[in-house]
């Protein structure tokens, strides 16, 4: 930790970078002994990415590729991937001022859901303040990050019921939509339908729980250890995919069981 604390202190003297903050498995406590040290560079623009590629080559011993803000896509802004003392350690921007402003919308009970390479859910708007909530802060010489953090710390309430609108809603609805697939054998439709309401019931259920969703990676496991969810929610979402098979009456039999676990999340989705 002293060795990444050192390093954001040299990011926040780059033109630019206004704080630093760890994510990732490694914020969060659940990372194994492989998993990546994920920097969040938080920067205004205009963002000296010469300085920083500067930074890199003296960090790693030789160039890095860092790209310019956007680089990686719209919603994962861009960065660099870096090894540095045998250990992989990437830099991912975030343009603050986007932040606060999702920060808002969270707090009016908005949301936006993004493309973005890497995520086949969609990027959730609010996973900009999930982020910092669940995040450690290395570097912050103004405070603002600090500051936003402790804000964001408390799950608003108009998001909470937001995310939960939208499941109640467009679960069901996607999968009345997948029977037309089903009774023509179009697995790929179905999955993919499949894919979206669980996707939409992981999110409800973490809002349910006032806890925030960073990515899709583990997040159908993390709703299932949330008290909120129906038992073996887990098991049973990851089963809808296995027994998918390829016939009309399969298909339909899949759907049938994911029926019934929206209905029975919908049924927790009060209070």
Not at 13 to 22: A, I, K, S, W, Y
Not at 210 to 226: F, I, M, S
Not at 231 to 258: C, I, K, M, N
Request: aromatic share 8%.
């Amino acid at each position: 930790m002293e060795r990444l604390t050192e390093i954001a202190n040299r990011l926040t003297e780059v033109d630019g970078v206004v704080g630093v903050c760890l994510g990732g498995s490694r914020a969060s406590g659940t990372h194994g002994p492989d998993s990546d040290f994920d920097l969040g560079l938080y920067y205004r623009p205009p963002l000296d990415t010469a300085a920083l590629r500067l930074l890199a080559a003296r960090l790693t011993g030789g160039p890095v590729d860092v790209t310019e803000p956007g680089g990686w896509g719209p919603w994962v802004d861009g960065g660099g991937w870096l090894t540095v003392d045998g250990h992989r350690v990437d830099w991912i921007y975030r343009d603050l001022d986007r932040v606060h402003r999702i920060w808002r919308q969270c707090l009016a009970g908005r949301f936006e859901i993004g493309v973005q390479p890497g995520h086949p859910l969609g990027v959730y708007s609010h996973a900009y303040a999930g982020e910092l909530a669940v995040g450690r802060i290395l570097a912050d010489p103004g405070g603002e990050l600090r500051t936003l953090r402790e804000q964001t710390c408390r799950y608003p309430e108009p998001l909470r019921e937001a995310l939960r609108d939208n499941a109640r809603w467009e679960a069901p609805f996607i999968l009345a939509g997948a029977r037309k697939g089903a009774a023509r054998g179009d697995v790929f439709y179905v999955s993919g339908c499949l894919f979206r309401a669980v996707g939409l019931l992981v999110h409800a259920l973490h809002a349910q729980a006032r806890r925030w969703v960073l990515n899709e990676k583990g997040a159908v496991r993390a709703a299932g250890e949330l008290a909120v969810a129906p038992p073996e929610f887990a098991g049973r979402a990851q089963g809808l995919f296995s027994a998918l098979g390829t016939t009309p009456e399969t298909l339909a039999a899949a759907l049938d069981d994911a029926d019934s676990l929206v209905a029975e999340v919908c049924g927790r989705l009060d209070g």
